[in-house]
């Protein structure tokens, strides 16, 4: 199987729902078996971790074991009627769970009076809280969604990605509907709140992948750029997998084996470093990068220290997706967003000229370096993405390279 083209599947040897239920049967206090559920989970997981399991089963593994878990929970409870659903937002929305990962959780009503679940809902909280989940949560009825999603961009991007865990679904086909883009946040507005959400975040780090001391998460080319180009193409397309996007001519196969080389690339790291803090950690600060190059295998040699080649790594991959985020989202504006517009050309040089506000290079003669002829280019204007499609035919391998001997 293809990196690129990955499928999880559920692992039950990771946690056993039925031997669990059996379990809470024999006890009289749930609270230390859901605590002894979770801290196996953890150990398991990370022992899978340092063996080399495959990152994305971890990831994905967690938040399905988590799936189950809280749906056992959910059933402690009298929920009154079919008025309210759990569903899991943002990350944990998409199925992603790092060892301390936010566990977003929205509790969705179906109408505005909370009262014949206020009791259920304390206790339900206060469970989760007394088993030792760190979560967020929140309470809204479809009415609040709407409004809060309408008068803020971050709202709506956390209910993109959302899954029922317990409860009717139809309340979240209701919301998600509310939600769509035809009545609120269409493609063109969301794409432009988001744009410039990014421009806001690389300017914090100085609009550079290269820092001593990089975020993993937030910085150019990490986790949030990856993130990003998602969000725009499911806002546009609807709920879709990656390879969905390249179905729908978004990007193609190449593009998506570099972001989903990088993303297992920078899992690895921010398990990791989750691993060895004991929280939830995204800066690859100097100790840390110490700490992980041991980690991955990494040992100095008389020409390059461990902790320097592991960087090398990280630098390539957050470049190639840093890269990868530019040229995708300036193909959503140009060739989705401003489809048929008249755009307008002005030239720059005999060489180049400015299409769309863009650069680009028109149709011309090439030159090899001894100043010959090499070949005519029917180019269209798209020289950004020409030049990105030269460099994809390289893309970085998704692991470390291996240790300099």
């Not at 550079?208 to 949030?224: F, V």
């Amino acid at each position: 199987m293809l990196l690129h083209h990955y499928r999880f599947q559920p692992d039950e040897s990771l946690f056993d729902v039925a031997a669990f239920r059996a379990e809470l049967a024999r006890e009289r206090q749930p609270i230390p078996a859901f605590k002894q559920a979770l801290a196996t989970l953890h150990e398991r997981l990370d022992a899978r971790f340092r063996q080399g399991s495959d990152i994305r089963d971890l990831i994905h593994g967690r938040a399905w074991c988590l799936d189950r878990l809280l749906e056992v929970a959910w059933e402690r409870f009298d929920w009154h009627d079919d008025g309210i659903a759990l569903l899991a937002v943002g990350g944990y929305g998409r199925g992603e769970l790092h060892p301390y990962s936010d566990i977003d959780l929205l509790l969705l009503l179906e109408h505005d009076d909370d009262t014949p679940y206020r009791e259920a809902l304390t206790g339900f909280i206060t469970f989760l809280w007394d088993i030792g989940l760190e979560i967020g949560q929140s309470v809204r009825s479809l009415n609040d969604c709407e409004r809060e999603a309408r008068a803020d961009i971050t709202v709506i991007t956390n209910l993109l990605e959302t899954r029922t865990l317990a409860g009717p679904e139809r309340l979240r086909g209701a919301m998600r509907e509310r939600l769509s883009a035809r009545h609120m946040w269409s493609s063109a507005a969301f794409f432009e709140g988001k744009w410039q959400e990014q421009i806001t975040r690389h300017y914090k780090h100085n609009n550079s992948e290269y820092h001593l001391e990089p975020n993993i998460k937030s910085a150019p080319g990490g986790l949030r750029d990856i993130q990003m180009i998602g969000w725009v193409a499911k806002r546009h397309f609807g709920p879709l997998r990656y390879e969905d996007v390249v179905a729908q001519g978004f990007m193609n196969d190449a593009e998506l084996r570099i972001l989903s080389q990088g993303q297992a690339f920078l899992w690895q790291v921010r398990y990791a470093l989750h691993m060895l803090t004991g929280r939830a950690e995204d800066r690859l600060l100097f100790d840390h990068q110490r700490a992980l190059a041991a980690l991955f295998g990494y040992v100095d040699t008389r020409w390059r220290l461990a902790v320097e080649q592991f960087m090398k790594a990280y630098y390539r991959h957050v470049t190639a997706l840093a890269g990868l985020n530019d040229m995708l989202l300036q193909h959503f504006d140009e060739v989705i967003l401003r489809a048929g517009e008249a755009l307008e050309v002005k030239p720059i040089n005999p060489r180049f000229e400015t299409k769309g506000g863009y650069s680009a290079a028109p149709p011309q003669r090439l030159r090899t370096p001894t100043g010959g002829a090499a070949r005519t280019v029917p180019g269209d204007g798209s020289a950004p993405r020409d030049r990105g499609r030269a460099r994809r035919h390289h893309p970085p391998d998704p692991r470390p390279p291996p240790p300099d001997r």
